[in-house]
DNA sequence: TCCCCTCTTGACAACGTTGTCTTCCATTGA
DNA sequence: TCAATGGAAGACAACGTTGTCAAGAGGGGA
């Protein structure tokens, strides 16, 4: 039993032959064409089981030039739960349609994005999902002239025009300061990753519109842009804490900033408020309390997979913009 | 710009009429055959450049009868961070090789399974990494004798005999419950999610051994198995602590179970000591000690990948059993 | 009875590529 | 000068399937 015997797979020819019957009448019980006698297909579908036969898709799309069953999803890192669960939910919406999902990482790096995006583009998949790393799409218009479907995930492309669809960063971040102000906090410390990224120019926008609609200065020695991970957090909390006239609440503006601030107010035992961007796993096992501008990532995976599916189901309407919505949560021990 | 006019994708046959040579010529070029005179092979490449053409891989995989590259991951649920993880290393090995990745999600139902690796053995995948959730694996026989090359990952398969990858489950328990008896205790409460899941009888089995070996009696009121979810869990060891002589020390069979332990023992102030197998994000967070039975999941993608990859490349010794370690970490606040 | 129409069925080509085999040309040695 | 040799290039078939079209059987109406 070393299974290098490779028993050839049956092809529609073995069946026909099998069944006494010309390959096409094959084929057009396999595809559920009409105009097959009953007892014929009978006949057929023994042989098929017999024999064991399963339809070769790749000669068949090749033959047809029609769908491959395929669609394909770049994001930047599938060990990431926020991708993860958008694969799964993009997957999921897949499987309704017969259709596989391949899932490539770029490591937000966009020159393998671009290779990516051609590999897949070589296999004929049906459409694609891109959480766009690179700046500028333009490169995608001659797959999208020659029949390439594309949503955009997350954050929107440049140089394309294209469905997308995206979380309403900015009034999520607006409605978690406007919940700070009305709980008294007026120096507000702000924490956002590098503003070459969508979702922080974003998210900043609707923080400096709260304020500036609360007539509450913008303070700049408030403001930490371009923190990267958890550690740059801590020390700029720590910065602002050893501060003259410390802040007395934080806005993270993303999940590995919450959780570096977590970690450094509780070093300190500060008490100082906290309203973090994105949820995140066990966010309500944290130790102190927090709130999070959470939003559903199930849904932005969904709705971006039912999107290309109503493109390659042949709809040709003007590209669309779906926003999904974000709602402030209490998380954390001791709320 | 409706996207509509859908150029048709050039072919070699095109190619090959630009640069005023057969088909074949170019075919030898894209292939870097040898014998092409390198003047000619400027112009095809030229050719190739100006009408951007890109070879269809499903005309030359089933031309060839080689290579699709492309391997399947059969798994439970994408949008869990171990399976996540698992995909992820295992996309990153496919990528050294040139290989894409369909990862599909079974959700633990047995037929789903097996209708997921129909489907993919149909795609003519060149391997499949699988994540048994079925109890017979005997019906992928037929396809093994057709040349697909498998690897079951984290379990072993049962009625069919090849490569699997999994993590050292008894030696981890054991050497969990050592460290809490070298810490004095004598009295633990185990929760193990069904025994009919081979790594929750594992870690059972291992837990006895090394009670066994203390010399320390099996108490079945400390035990309890078949527990799901975090609620059960917290109930599980509420119910334990409520008993007469409580345990001083709980042993939590997976990360499920542990967290919902970690939530009964906070709610209630209970110092209990907690051990538990698998790590989780954040853990180190937890507002209290816990022991953590650790191992490195990507290693465990990996390592499956690599095995694959050798079968794929021809490699037909006799099926092995690769054992990824675990190690105990320290985690949570107050450690 | 004959013609037309419908319904089954099959023969054949084509999808885009690659393996095999042949052809052609230049070069070499006798 | 001519046969033998070897390298480059192309003609053709084949992979497994499906679209097109034609052939044949059977039925109904004139």
Redesign the pocket.
Known sequence: MDGREKR?????????ARA?????????V??N?????P???DGVLAAIGELG??????????????STSTIGLIIEDLANPFYATVAAAVAGVARTHDTHLITVSSGEDPELERRQFAELCQRRVDGLIIVPAGSDHAYTRAEVEMGMRMVFLDRPPSGILADIVVIDNAAGARAGIVDLLEAGHRRIGVIVDSPAIYTARERLAGVREALAGAGVPYDDSLVRVGVADPEEAARAVAAMLDGGDPPTAFFAGNNRITVGAIRELCRRGDGAALTGFDDFELSSLMPRPLTIIGYDVQELGRAAAVRLFERIGGDTSWPAETVVPTRLLRRGLGQ
Do not use: C, Q, W
């Open positions: 050839r797979r049956p092809t529609i020819a073995d069946v026909a006494g019957v010309s390959v096409k009448t094959v084929s057009r396999i595809n064409e009409p105009g097959v006698r007892e014929l297909a036969f399963r339809r070769n898709p790749m000669a068949s799309s090749l033959r047809s030039g029609r």
